[in-house]
């Protein structure tokens, strides 16, 4: 049987998923890390290791293309480096892409579309005329509003008032502090400072929870954030000269987890935006290398 393999390559886990030509999903495997910017040497093995537990079930002769979505690689030679060594081990075509532009391909293919996300970071990507452009995704340090992470550290931030000024803890902030697993100065500087992104951000469905019980901080964040995504959306829509209806898709754990935030984007979009279809389904990232392979023959002929 011929397949494909996508890969959805990111900062927490890697899911390898392949398909066969019929774009039907025939194995699936969760693996660790997958971002160079974070350690190269462990990316690839962990990446490595995934490829041949599936070309050793499937058969490497039968796979016609790999295609790996990845966190950081838009940085420096990363996505030849990644690209070298996978077709290097394996000696099957391999297509290296930004995790978002990735994305984008499994929503849209290679038709036009904006794809908004928003799990552990945040951004948008904007596809049009067969060129794709990110719009936000600049990292915590220079942006990430609307993103999981951003909404904890915002909560974080508001303990860290109270805590200065011996202010009482609300019940929004003794459940993150519970959570975090003390409540003193050093209990917060060293979670803060001692975890990666997504271990903070894994944070997100505590202040989720609370807003859905009618907390009115929570809210006023899930809202906020909805509201940030959608004014960056309707960037990208004029950044990239869009005219008439857009295909808008919604990704990320942050958007699918939060009513709250769901529906304020979607407030928001219909302030921007005259016209717009929004595709609210999950679709697996890996699902882009139906679209890649699809085109690749379509052009070929």
């Known amino acids: 049987m011929k397949y494909l393999i996508g890969i959805d390559s990111g ?3 890697s899911e ?3 398909y066969d030509l019929n774009n039907a999903q025939v194995f699936n495997l969760i693996g660790e890390f997958g971002n160079p910017a974070v350690n190269l040497d462990k990316t690839v093995n962990n990446l490595i290791s995934l490829i041949y537990d599936c070309v050793n079930e499937l058969g490497r002769e039968e796979c016609q293309l790999i295609a790996v979505g990845m966190a950081g690689v838009e940085t420096g030679n990363y996505a030849e480096l990644i690209k070298k060594y996978v077709e290097g081990a394996f000696v099957i075509k391999t297509i290296v892409l930004n995790d978002a532009e990735m994305a984008c391909k499994a929503y849209f293919g290679d038709k036009d579309g904006i794809l908004a996300i928003s799990g552990t970071g945040s951004s948008c990507f904007a596809q049009k005329d067969g060129a794709g452009e990110m719009v936000g995704g600049w990292g ?3 942006g990430d509003e609307g993103s999981g ?9 508001n303990i860290v008032y109270k805590y200065d000024r011996a202010l009482p803890f609300d019940d929004l902030s003794k459940a993150v502090m519970e959570e975090i697993g003390g409540s003193t100065r050093s209990d917060i500087m060293n979670f803060i400072y001692n975890n990666e992104k997504n271990k903070i951000a894994s944070l997100f469905p505590i202040i989720s929870d609370y807003a859905e019980k009618g907390d009115a901080y929570a809210t006023m964040l899930l809202e906020n954030a909805g509201k940030y995504l959608a004014e960056l959306t309707s960037v990208a829509y004029k950044k990239k000269d869009f005219k008439g209806t857009a295909n808008i898709g ?4 942050v ?3 939060s009513s709250i935030m769901l529906s304020a984007y979607k407030d928001e979009i219909k302030k921007r935006l005259d016209s717009y279809e929004i595709i609210e389904e999950d679709i697996s990232t890996t699902k882009a290398v139906c679209n ?3 085109n690749e023959k379509e052009g070929a002929r």
């Open 11 to 13: 900062g927490t886990k």
């Open 16 to 18: 390898l998923t392949a």
């Open 140 to 142: 915590h340090i220079l």
């Open 149 to 157: 992470y951003h909404t904890v550290i915002n909560v974080i931030k």
């Open 250 to 253: 919604l990704k990320g754990g």
């Open 255 to 257: 958007f699918h987890n």
């Open 292 to 294: 890649i392979f699809k």
